[in-house]
């Protein structure tokens, strides 16, 4: 599959009279996917084919992402995504699903699990999987270009990033084995590019901070889940590898979590296979 293919999928969704893009296939209990910063819901496409075959997929670009709109005029934050999903999940009338989240979307699916706890969510979650992400915030270790675009000089770094520094970011973020391939970094460049998308992240970026406002409410959301949670993490990552795993482990009742060594921050396009077969085991035993 092609990121023209994916595209072609594509419907598109309003919500505060944007367009949010997400494609909605297969049949089944539903799973809903939430993508990462600074890339999109194209990130799923290695686990497509086999997830559609057993569950109703839905994977959108978070507004601000992907072929989504990316409004200038616009108070992004972690909160109003996880609103977002709500809005989507109401419009396509989908009461469950269970979830699976990577990076930025590790922090969404955090506030759903406190609204679920709490019994204020639109619809139940059943079960949660989380790829690696800063689920902690002083664990996590972002990258120097991310710290970058919280400072004042975060809009003009923004419009200045270059494909060919997205290409090193990531090739050190991948694992030593697992390096993404120039059409990889073509298609990532082209969802971030797109409709002007550099112009918003340095708005995007300030879900770091909000990580730490939040730091609290997200813990507890984890450490009080109503739902069974599953941590599938690539060991080698830099960013919230073998580190975030151990302290997952520590502060996470009984953690259920597939270490997956020599593979970095992208699990899902990295070790496909290794998800798929890990996601099974978990939903199957839910």
Partial sequence: MTLSDWKAKGQCFTYKQKSIFYVDEGLGYPLVLLHGFPTSSWDWYRLWPELIKQHRTLAFDLIGFGYSDKPTNYKYSLIDQADLTESIMSELGIKGAHIMAHDYGDSVAQELLARNNEGKLGFKIKSCTLLNGGLFPGVHKPRLIQKLLMTPLGSLLAKLYSKKQLSKTFNRIFGPETAPSRLEIDDFWELISFNEGKAVAHKLIMYMAERVTYKQRW???LQESICPLKLIDGAADPISGVHMAEHYRTVIPEPNITLI????????????????????EFINAT
């Fill in 219 to 221: 813990l507890k959301s």
């Fill in 261 to 280: 060594e020599k593979i970095g921050h992208y699990p899902q396009i990295e070790s496909p296979q290794k998800v798929l077969e890990s996601l099974d």
